[in-house]
């Protein structure tokens, strides 16, 4: 193991929370090397979990172990598991959807289910809200400490299981296609769409093409107009729209040095489609 340990929760900065975790896997192994996705998940948001450590995880080393904490069921029955990448990562986290986009544009080669008999915090045995402590942090340092194994964490799991989201994906429509809007590139407001790339390129668009796009919340026509298609925002003048393939590789809108999002009350989720076809 690499000692490498990536924090993912929504619990924010205003409390202990993140430092009490910290503490725990300092006081496994003072040598590791712990570092931060993201803590401003919406609270109790389980798809941006998912989404956001799809959009880390390829650029980390194998070994690396990610633990993620977005749990709107602790204490409840739900599952703790460790999941291992084909590209040798590991995911501690509840069994909630948290590894759903991992699974699908990664792949999961084993999971395995915590023991918490053997993998919790020792005097912790009588809290059952801070399992990000107690269980995840806990479980994740002593594996990326090589302080237990993978085979250590418990039984494996079948793959078939687990808890995964459902995903929209993208679908054939006249003249384009439709997905969803998954996601914001928070701080700028470009919405990120669950269209990829090569889907979106084998529908005939070409840089500099002005594309329709239209946008629905929950069937109703909210936005459309005619926007072009950039390599980058300096393509179009500030204040301008362009549709662009974002770092994700994934089909993106936005304005150039403004918020798509804010601008037209743009919002993600199921309830948000968006449709971009030719003209």
């Known amino acids: 193991m690499n000692k490498l340990l990536v924090f993912q929760t929504d619990f924010g900065l205003d409390d202990g929370a993140i430092s009490a975790m910290e503490g725990v896997a300092f006081s496994v192994d003072f040598d590791l090397n712990i570092r931060h996705l993201t803590h401003n998940i919406p609270p109790y948001n389980i798809f941006d979990a998912s989404y956001r450590l799809h959009q880390a995880m390829n650029y980390w080393p194998e070994g690396t172990v990610f633990v993620s904490v977005v749990d709107p069921g602790v204490g409840s029955e739900r599952k703790s598991i460790v999941a291992k990448t084909v590209t040798g990562q590991y995911i501690v986290t509840p069994d909630n959807g948290t590894i759903t986009h991992i699974n699908k544009f990664i792949g999961i080669e084993e999971i395995r289910l915590i023991e918490e008999g053997t993998n919790r ?11 990000g402590r107690d ?4 479980t ?7 302080t237990i194994s993978f085979e250590d964490i418990g039984p ?11 995903l929209y994906g993208c679908h054939d429509i006249e003249n384009g296609v439709m997905g969803q809007i998954d996601i914001l590139d928070v701080r700028f407001g470009s919405l990120w769409t669950s269209i990829p790339y090569e889907k979106f ?15 629905l919340h929950d069937g109703t026509k909210v936005y459309s107009n005619m926007i072009n298609y950039g390599k980058s925002f300096a393509d179009v003048a500030i204040n301008e729209p362009l549709i662009y393939m974002n770092s994700a590789y994934h089909m993106a809108v936005a304005i150039n040095q403004g918020s798509f999002s804010k601008a037209y009350g743009i919002g993600t989720g199921k309830d948000w489609k968006i449709t971009m076809t030719m003209k």
């Open 140 to 146: 994740g340092a002593r594996l990326a400490s090589g």
């Open 156 to 166: 494996v799991m079948n793959k078939d299981e687990v808890v995964l989201l459902e």
């Open 135 to 138: 269980v995840y942090a806990y």
């Open 201 to 215: 390129r084998q529908c005939g668009f070409n840089l500099g093409d002005d594309i329709l796009v239209e946008i």
């Open 121 to 131: 915090l020792k005097n912790s045995e009588l809290s059952y809200t801070f399992y």
